[in-house]
């Protein structure tokens, strides 16, 4: 028998049509697959969805904690976490990524107040968008009006655009991570997102330059 790539191709006469719906849908459905696999303890599994979540929760870890070092640790943490509790993961509420998410935002948290405890000076005001490798990717493709900018949004509104953009969780997911309904995320998104708009105009018309 053929194991060619051409048999898992559609034949001509397959009417499905392949819409953003029906791609996400199928997304979701494999990544389902994954997740009931690690959960009867599949390496491979669980090594796909490391190589699938690590980079990003590193990012988001990143933006939250001042050195690159301790982004990793908290990183690897919620790896590890995940591991240990992904036998009690539901898809009700969020799905998969909204759980991890969920676990990492407890691990910066907790990060935050053990450097609290050692001195409010090692955790910084705003987030740092210029710490790390994944930053200064970031750093080559924004302007500096626009990280400034960033800088000077709320913990809260720079969390949620964090969630929304580096995670790329809907609404929904960042409603379960940060335990707010679904419609409150979307307009603290909306608010932030104006103030950004707002801060980038005096920007550039000389209002504020920092």
């Known amino acids: 028998m053929s194991n060619s790539p051409a048999e898992h191709l559609p034949l001509a006469s397959d009417t499905t049509t392949l819409t953003p719906t029906t791609v996400c849908e199928r997304s979701e459905n494999s990544l389902r697959l994954l997740v009931r696999k ?17 980079p ?3 990012a988001y870890a990143s933006r939250r904690l001042p050195t690159s070092e301790l982004a990793k640790d908290a990183a690897g943490e919620t790896m590890t976490r995940a ?11 969020g799905g998969f990524d909204a759980w991890m998410y969920g676990i990492a935002r407890h691990v910066v948290l907790d990060t935050q107040r053990t450097l609290w405890r050692e001195g409010p000076g090692r955790v910084p005001d705003a987030a740092d968008l210029d710490s ?31 969630l929304r953009v580096v995670a790329g969780l809907s609404s929904e997911e960042v409603a379960v991570v940060l335990g707010r309904l679904p419609g409150a995320i979307r307009m603290a998104q909306k608010r932030a997102l104006s103030r950004l ?14």
Do not use: C, M, N
Not at 133 to 157: C, H, K, T, V, W
Not at 197 to 210: K, M, Y
């Open 38 to 54: 690690a959960q009867r303890g599949d390496e491979h599994a669980w090594d796909v969805l490391f190589r699938r979540s690590y």
């Open 56 to 58: 990003k929760l590193l």
């Open 83 to 93: 591991v240990a509790g992904i036998d009690r993961l539901r898809f009700e509420r």
């Open 132 to 162: 790390g490798p994944s930053e200064r990717a970031i750093a080559s493709e924004e302007s500096a009006q626009i990280r400034r900018a960033f800088g000077r949004l709320g913990r809260s509104d720079q969390e949620i655009l964090e």
């Open 197 to 210: 708009r707002s801060d980038l105009l005096a920007q550039r018309d000389g209002g504020t330059s920092d």
